[in-house]
């Protein structure tokens, strides 16, 4: 089976820093992404790990722990727009080009 | 970069009516496309994956008598809700895949469904 886990709520002052794990546990592992997506839009593209690490781009930067099955996106200096959802999403392994998504953080930045 | 048209953004119809979704990949050729629903406050559920010019794989608990997709050429997937219902009003949205690799994954701007 999939399993997908993130917050599903969190707040976070404007020019702080914020954290949003995911943890996850598939049949199959080829990728972990992280999507933002503000209401009522299709999810954009933030970032992508396939090796244990830090990926920064940014203001955002992307962990991930295959033994831990554990990711996180960091976001830095908040702004008033990263107000949104962000979605975590497990791409399957071969054969399968598939991803299952967690149902989402939403992620309110007050001022 | 690659881009993914979805029309209609939004749609209004009537009960025990047919609603036809269009994806579209304007500058590459999409091997795979997914179709996705998402309810609000919900995360996006896969419905059903396509490759062009074969049957469409769809996942348990969607009906696909009911939800008819066709992928007919490399460029465009289509997605009909057959005699739609109120409990069908959700946001659909497709996604398409180029290659192996975080770019394959293009999302469509998402279509906005309410049956009345």
């Known amino acids: 089976g999939q399993n997908i886990d993130q917050p599903t709520e969190m707040t976070a002052t404007e020019g702080a820093i914020v954290q949003i794990n995911c943890t996850y546990q598939t049949s199959g592992f080829n990728g972990l992404f992280w999507y933002q997506q503000h209401a009522g839009e299709a999810p954009t593209f933030l970032s992508y790990?396939?090796?244990?690490g830090l990926e920064e781009k940014g203001r955002f930067s992307s962990f991930l722990s295959r033994s831990k099955g554990y990711s996180y996106l960091l976001l830095k200096e908040l702004q008033m727009k990263d107000s949104a959802s962000y979605l975590c999403a497990v791409k399957h392994g071969a054969g399968s080009y598939q991803l299952t998504f967690g149902k989402g953080t939403k992620l309110s930045v007050i001022p | 970069g690659a881009v993914v048209s979805q029309h209609p953004s939004w749609v209004i119809c009537k009960s025990g009516t047919s609603v036809k979704i269009e994806c579209r990949s304007l500058d590459f050729q999409a091997t795979t496309m997914f179709w996705y629903r998402q309810f609000p406050k919900q995360s996006l559920m896969l419905m059903a994956t396509?490759?062009?010019?074969?049957?469409?794989?769809?996942e348990q608990g969607v009906e696909k008598d009911k939800f008819l997709i066709n992928h007919a050429s490399l460029t465009l997937s289509t997605l009909t809700v057959t005699s739609a219902h109120p409990e069908d009003s959700s946001f659909y949205i497709c996604?398409?895949?180029?290659?192996?690799?975080?770019?394959?994954?293009?999302f469509g701007s998402g279509t906005r469904l309410t049956v009345v």
């Open positions: 790990n396939v090796l244990d």
């Open positions: 396509s490759n062009e010019g074969s049957k469409a794989t769809y």
């Open positions: 996604s398409a895949r180029a290659g192996d690799s975080y770019y394959g994954y293009t």
